[in-house]
């Protein structure tokens, strides 16, 4: 419950961006949803860059590109207007909605990973033969 007499900070801080839109690690271009870790990391789905970005708590001069980040596109390698993101702890990864490509990816955190795997691709799904068709349903997508 918060107190009716509760104060707020009137200042806030920047922990992420604040240099203008671009490309740059000290940028974002149209940042759209953000995960916190338990390590107090700051996950980024940074949209018009087609790139997943990461903070660490304390470091708010750089970023680290975690997924994607090689240009705009529908490869393994890349994403294409990726609009959420959220931390998987039993595998590790990032589970990714990347909005342009209609899907769902999960992309691992460990070093070295530099493509990602489809979870969710409903542009494939096809509906069950017959006249009982039966479709998922996935909000969201295009």
């Not at 940074?46 to 705009?72: E, F, L, P, S």
Request: charged share 20%; with cysteine.
């Amino acid at each position: 419950n918060i107190p009716a007499n509760a104060k707020w900070a009137q200042n806030g801080v920047t922990i992420a961006g604040g240099n203008g839109g671009g490309g740059a690690t000290n940028q974002l271009n149209d940042p759209y949803g953000l995960f916190v870790d338990d390590d107090q990391a700051v996950v980024i789905a940074d949209t018009y860059n087609h790139r997943i970005m990461q903070w660490k708590n304390g470091d708010t001069t750089n970023g680290q590109v975690v997924a994607g980040g090689t240009g705009q596109g529908n490869g393994l390698h890349q994403l294409q207007y990726p609009t959420d993101v959220l931390i998987d702890k039993e595998t590790d990864s990032l589970i990714i909605c990347d909005y342009g490509n209609g899907r769902v990816v999960r992309w691992s955190r460990r070093s070295g990973t530099t493509k990602g795997e489809i979870l969710i691709d409903p542009r494939s799904m096809i509906p069950d033969s017959g006249t009982d068709r039966k479709w998922g349903y996935f909000p969201g997508f295009p």
